[in-house]
T-cell receptor
């Protein structure tokens, strides 16, 4: 089955700096890669996603890049703010095979004011 | 539109008991998935239901089961509870069973097994 590895497990940045979180996946059939943000005590919420036919996607301060050949994808957050502090999860799925997401282990991002 | 709801929000059980958790998807959503979240194992897929049929199943023992009703509401059941079953159980719904459409999570049920 699919295996997703995520690094780093914790990341501390100064407000205004950029943050990068990286994930690798094992199943070359995976074609959908969402990123979720989970604040303490809250539910995971989708912040951005990318399909395998796209190499990069951007939404304001957040961007995701995908390298299908290397089977890795990354989340980039620019101009970080204290409210970006949360746990971020990457995930992968074979989207035409149902609703099964395989998640990475999560990255705890701390943005220091 | 109301979001995904889960009941109960908190549950305390003892080893050997069984438990049933409930999930109501967003109105119109037909696909419901369940995930277990623990500090050690992270978020792990349990199973997915679509149109009352289990479509995918994760790597969990047979003590974990689920079902979906005709109104798309779903329940999951854990029998013979073990200490290691203590976790946050999240359900998620999405509109279509296939294709690129967002999965929305519920607030979760926090199960504590004593």
């Amino acid at each position: 089955g699919e295996n997703v590895e995520q690094h780093p497990s914790t990341l501390s940045v100064q407000e205004g700096d950029s943050a990068v979180i990286k994930c690798t996946y094992s199943d070359s059939a995976s074609n959908y890669f969402p990123w979720y943000k989970q604040e303490l005590g809250k539910r995971p919420q989708l912040i951005i996603d990318i399909r395998s036919n796209v190499g990069e996607k951007k939404d304001q301060r957040i961007a995701v890049t995908l390298n299908k050949t290397a089977k890795h994808f990354s989340l980039h957050i620019t101009e970080t703010q204290p409210e970006d502090s949360a746990v971020y999860f990457c995930a992968a799925s074979i989207n035409n095979a149902g609703n099964m997401l395989t998640f990475g282990g999560g990255t705890r991002l701390m943005v220091k004011p | 539109k109301a979001g995904v709801t889960q009941t109960p929000r908190y549950l305390i059980k003892t080893r050997g008991q069984q438990v049933t958790l409930s999930c109501s998807p967003i109105s119109g959503h037909r696909s419901v998935s369940w995930y277990q979240q623990t500090p050690g194992q992270g978020l792990q897929f349990l199973f997915e239901y679509f149109s009352e049929t289990q479509r995918n199943k994760g790597n969990f023992p047979g003590r974990f089961s689920g079902r979906q009703f005709s109104n798309s509401r779903s329940e999951m059941n854990v029998s013979t509870l073990e200490l290691g079953d203590s976790a946050l159980y999240l359900c998620a719904s999405r509109l279509r069973g296939t294709g690129y459409n967002e999965q929305f999570f519920g607030p979760g049920t926090r199960l504590t097994v004593l």
